[in-house]
């Protein structure tokens, strides 16, 4: 029988030359983002099988092999080291699971997190394929599952305005100040349409009892009323916000009430009560009290609250032996802003922050998991599909059901190890000397056989 080692040490250089095809496909990526080493594996060919003496039992049997195969490659999905950019739309993902994108292919999955911003808005990988995910319902102004897997776009636009519904005082009103003492403080409120207005917070110390004198401050809080629909721009009247008219004079929309010790103990508005009301934040105007239309066809909030109270339940405007001042003050509302800049954090939430302060939540990046990675089928450019052999993708959050998290601002390196790779590289090229030295040999029997004419 003629020799098989022609066939067979081909076979060996056909292996080996694609084993270092593969590492050089591993080396050419050493610096691509997300990728993930192949490692191939070989098999060899079913051999020859020849009858020897002996009995059926006994088994003897001579068997050849006829050489050598690719048996697979598959992807190592090892966790890539985590490079910082500072770009902070860049997003490695530290453990399990797989951005999802969509181009006009249909659905891929990938672990390559370079995102950046298309011409419309839309958050886009470096190859233009759609990041998908949940996005914030106008309605509730939450992020909402419900909506199902879309493409995240940016806001476009200037941020809705948002009319003032609450502020906060934190002030001393002094003790040793004489009788019909003014103190005042001014704030920022915005109305519907986001323009700002100056509120004048104007206090005056009144003491009654006699022998056992009490101490009150009445208030009111005003704005300038030239800038109210209809009065004309030379009118340097005040309005109260509490009571929805003219207030040119001591302030008397309200009282707050101090016991002995300075501690805020009541406040009301209107008329003076039979007995002082429990201290609880106060509701500017009242229900009955309907403010007029801004000069810009704009509103005030009907019932802005005024908290008097900290989080803590304690007062936060004290009546002490110290000069009136106050230390701190806020008010919620704002302008329209543009969009200033974005953040994402771990769990994938999209967060825009605008030029007038507000931050908003706006979508949310999800995540595919998979039964069996290396079932999926590489597309090229990092991108990758479903198969049979890798089940269909489970989408989630990042970090919920085992998927890995988010690191925003960084990017999750290739898991090729050089060393590794270069030792590969001088297995394989004396695997195919000794295969090709094969080849020779065989092919000097063979002389020698022609050779025996002669």
Do not use: C
Request: aromatic fraction near 6%.
């Amino acid at each position: 029988m003629g020799l098989t080692t022609f066939s067979t040490g081909l076979s060996g250089l056909a292996t080996n030359s694609q084993a270092l095809n593969v590492v050089g496909n591993n080396l050419a990526n050493l610096n691509t983002v997300g990728y993930k080493t192949s490692d191939i594996s070989f098999t060899d060919i079913l051999g020859q099988t020849f009858g020897t003496p002996g009995t059926a039992k006994s088994g003897n049997t001579v068997e050849i092999g006829l050489g050598a195969q690719v048996g697979s490659v598959r992807q190592s999905f090892t966790q890539g080291s985590v490079q910082t950019t500072n770009n902070p739309l860049d997003v490695a993902i530290q453990g399990k699971g797989f951005l999802v994108v969509k181009n006009d292919l249909g659905q891929f999955y990938t672990r390559a997190g370079n995102l950046h911003l298309d011409a419309d808005g839309g958050l886009v990988t470096q190859s233009g394929g759609e990041v998908q995910g949940y996005m914030r319902n106008p309605a509730t102004g939450l992020i909402d599952s419900n909506l199902g897997l879309q493409s995240i776009k940016m806001p476009s636009g200037l941020d809705t305005p948002v009319a003032t519904s609450q502020f906060e005082v934190a002030m001393n009103l002094d003790a040793n100040a004489a009788d019909a003492s003014q103190f005042s403080t001014s704030m920022q409120i915005y109305d519907s349409l986001g323009k700002a207005h100056t509120a004048t917070l104007t206090l005056q110390k009144s003491i009654t009892g006699g022998a056992t004198p009490v101490t009150h401050w009445a208030f009111d809080i005003t704005v300038p009323r030239n800038e109210v629909a209809g009065v004309p721009a030379t009118n340097t009247d005040k309005l109260s916000l509490i009571t929805g008219t003219v207030a040119n004079g001591a302030p008397a929309a309200g009282k707050l009430l101090f016991d002995s010790s300075g501690t805020l103990t009541s406040a009301w508005i209107g008329a003076d009560p039979a007995t002082p009301p429990a201290l609880a934040d106060l509701t500017i105007p009242a229900s009955s009290v309907t403010l007029p239309a801004m000069a810009n066809g704009a509103t005030l909030s009907s019932g802005i609250k005024w908290k008097l109270l900290s989080s803590q339940g304690l007062p936060n405007i004290t009546g002490f032996g110290s000069p009136s001042s106050v230390t701190a003050s806020s008010q919620d509302g704002a302008a329209a802003g543009s969009l200033n800049n974005l953040s994402i954090q771990p769990d994938g939430t999209i967060s825009a922050i605008f030029s007038n302060g507000r931050t908003t939540n706006i979508a949310q990046i999800i995540l595919a998991q998979f039964s069996n990675v290396n079932g999926l089928l590489q597309e090229g450019g990092g991108l990758y599909t479903e198969s049979p052999a890798s089940g269909a993708s489970f989408l989630g959050t990042p970090g919920a059901g085992g998927r890995g998290q988010l690191t925003s601002g960084a990017l999750e390196s290739s898991n090729v190890d050089l060393a590794t790779e270069l030792t590969k590289i001088i297995t394989f090229q004396r695997a195919y000397q000794a295969n090709a030295r094969i080849i020779t040999l065989t092919d000097q029997i063979m002389q020698e056989t022609m050779n025996l004419r002669q």
